[in-house]
């Protein structure tokens, strides 16, 4: 019993160090900073943004679908996040995806009143360019710097979006 015992202990100092490398991996790889893609948007009313146009103001990338009730439920919290704080430099594009038909598109922005930019993405370019998005929503937060901060896919948290773009905007 003593002999595992004493095996234990002078393997103590391998086994922490081992563990905290572990740890130390794990938070360098959640803490990556990863740049947006140098990526053109066409608006449903014909505008021309280039991503890397918008480099010194945040901007959130959502993806979206008309049929998609994820989205739907988030539309309220997008447009509050850009009527706060497009003022202070935020801009949102909202990118359609590839299968949902322009024409609704087009309709559930006029429905909704939708403020701020919104692009088709008819072959799925943006989509793959943003890391091959194929669930709805998914939302990216890009910094000031061009540097995708977070991304969520599923619903964000409408508090904590906030709180990130707070952080954002006063540096």
Request: with cysteine; net charge positive.
């Amino acid at each position: 019993m003593k002999k595992i015992s004493m095996a234990v202990k002078n393997r103590l100092p391998l086994i922490l160090l081992i563990g905290c490398i572990l740890i130390i991996l794990l938070l360098w790889q959640t803490q990556r900073i990863t740049p947006a893609p140098a990526v053109t948007f066409t608006t449903i009313t014909g505008k021309i943004i280039k991503l890397a146009q918008l480099r010194g103001h945040p901007v959130i990338i959502t993806f979206w679908a008309t049929d998609c009730a994820g989205c739907i439920k988030e539309i309220p919290h997008l447009i509050e996040l850009y009527n706060q704080f497009h003022p202070k430099g935020l801009e949102i594009i909202a990118v359609a995806m590839y299968y949902d038909p322009p024409s609704h598109v087009v309709a559930m922005t006029n429905a909704r009143q939708l403020p701020y930019n919104v692009a088709l993405d008819l072959t799925a370019e943006h989509a793959m360019a943003f890391g091959q998005v194929r669930l709805t929503p998914t939302t990216f937060l890009i910094s000031a710097t061009g540097n995708i901060v977070f991304q969520k896919t599923g619903t964000f948290d409408f508090i904590k979006m906030k709180q990130r773009l707070n952080n954002l905007i006063q540096g």
